[in-house]
């Protein structure tokens, strides 16, 4: 089993509120990911690291920020949420080399009313 | 410009019956292919992957078959159980050694009809 926790799981919150999604792995891997889902879309990449103090921006533009100032904690911040913003986060998490599959956390489905 | 995709949304079948889910890539440098499966407001779990060495992967019911040439992927699920019924991501690993990342298609829901 995946050792990878993302909370919350569920949020709801108004336009305008900053949110910090939390993701921590617990598998020492270098490499973390957040995608960003709406139902019937692929998994678009919006952040990824390579390891402590790497971040980059990922395929799809996103308004959220990253930080890595830890391996195991992968944050997410979105300063000023909007209805837009509405979608399902997920975390992800890989060693650093190797063919090897991502491990994923639960997930969290954000909500902007 | 999509990378990996998958080009049926949804899909259904018997109880019993083989289920086949497609996957098409175009970046030939790809080199490593998974198949996650994801139920509604969860994260992806992983099902099986494949190298671009080898042209197939078993692991008991779910086998994975790759066309380099064809640029073409499938899962085939034997036999199809009611508890299969999911959405199935195909997703193409890319990148160098120490900066890879994973990219899906839109995925297929697969309904398994009891």
């Known amino acids: 089993e995946a050792d990878i926790y993302q909370t919350p799981r569920y949020l709801v919150i108004g336009t305008g509120k900053k949110i910090t999604l939390e993701c921590s792995q617990t598998?020492?891997?270098?490499?973390m990911y957040w995608y960003q889902q709406d139902p019937g879309m692929e998994l678009h990449l919006i952040h990824y690291?390579?390891?402590?103090?790497?971040?980059e921006k990922g395929d799809l533009s996103s308004e959220s920020t990253v930080s890595r100032i830890r391996t195991e904690h992968f944050p997410l911040t979105l300063e000023s949420a909007r209805p837009s913003h509405t979608s399902q986060y997920l975390c992800?998490?890989?060693?650093?080399?190797?063919?090897?599959?991502?491990?994923f956390g639960q997930g969290t489905r954000l909500t902007v009313v | 410009d999509q990378q990996v995709k998958q080009n049926s949304p949804s899909l259904s079948v018997q109880e019993g019956r083989i289920s086949i889910l497609n996957c098409d890539y175009t970046?030939?440098?790809?080199?490593?292919f998974l198949w996650y499966k994801k139920y509604p407001a969860e994260g992806p779990t992983f099902l099986i992957s494949?190298?671009?060495?080898?042209d197939k992967n078993e692991d008991g019911r779910f086998t994975v078959f790759l066309n380099k040439s064809a640029k073409h992927l499938s899962l085939h699920i034997v036999p199809s159980q009611p508890g299969d019924s999911a959405v199935y991501f195909c997703?193409?690993?890319?990148?160098?050694?120490?900066?890879?990342?994973?990219?899906f298609g839109t995925g297929t829901r697969l309904k398994v009809l009891a």
């Open positions: 690291s390579y390891g402590v103090n790497s971040t």
């Open positions: 494949i190298s671009s060495i080898k």
């Open positions: 970046n030939s440098m790809f080199d490593y």
């Open positions: 598998m020492g891997h270098d490499k």
């Open positions: 997703a193409a690993k890319g990148g160098t050694s120490g900066t890879y990342k994973y990219i």
């Open positions: 992800a998490s890989a060693p650093a080399t190797g063919n090897t599959e991502a491990f």
